[in-house]
């Protein structure tokens, strides 16, 4: 081997072994953001309209969930329904996803009832998140149009959007009649 071809070959070497070395803690500090533990136990969603329950879920890291939706036999919201129940499977990738979005909530949540630009009659409910026998519950009502409103209301979009994409593709495991 010539000594150019040879001096070559070791600069090669030494930087694949620089980016091997430089790319380690990025690896760990990535592997270490992935085990860490759920900030919570649980979290609990509902949408609600005109006092009924439009659909709800939950899901937990360890053993995870059911998405439940109300199927009203005239495709009311109220009236004669029942509750078409979707299990979901523990995931902790999901769950990290869920998180994801939740962590970003502001703390503390707006209040829409100092809401400046409300709509009436939209969809409303609740957030749960949950640590061991602590909840925290946080009411929204998607009526409420101010800015600082409407990406909190985002946010809760997307979390529900996840979960219901998932609880949508999931078979009903079983089906109650809901109680007038």
Known sequence: MSSMRASRYLVFRLC???VLALSAPVAAAHEAEEMRPPVWDMI????KSWGNT????????????VWI???????MPTGPASYAFH???????????LEAIALKLP???PESDRCENFVTDMPYGTIRLTRGATTT??????GCMDEDY????????????????WGKAAPVGRTDTRPD
């Open 150 to 165: 409407a990406a909190f209301s985002a946010l809760l979009r997307q979390a529900d959007e996840l979960v219901s994409g």
């Open 16 to 18: 694949g072994a620089a």
């Open 69 to 75: 939706e109300n199927v009203a036999a005239d495709g």
């Open 107 to 109: 703390d503390p949540a």
């Open 54 to 65: 439009v659909h709800r879920w939950q899901f937990t890291p360890e053993y995870g969930g």
């Open 87 to 97: 299990p979901l499977d523990a995931d902790g990738a999901r769950y990290a996803m």
């Open 137 to 142: 519950e946080i009411a929204w009502n998607a």
């Open 44 to 47: 609990a969603f509902e949408v």
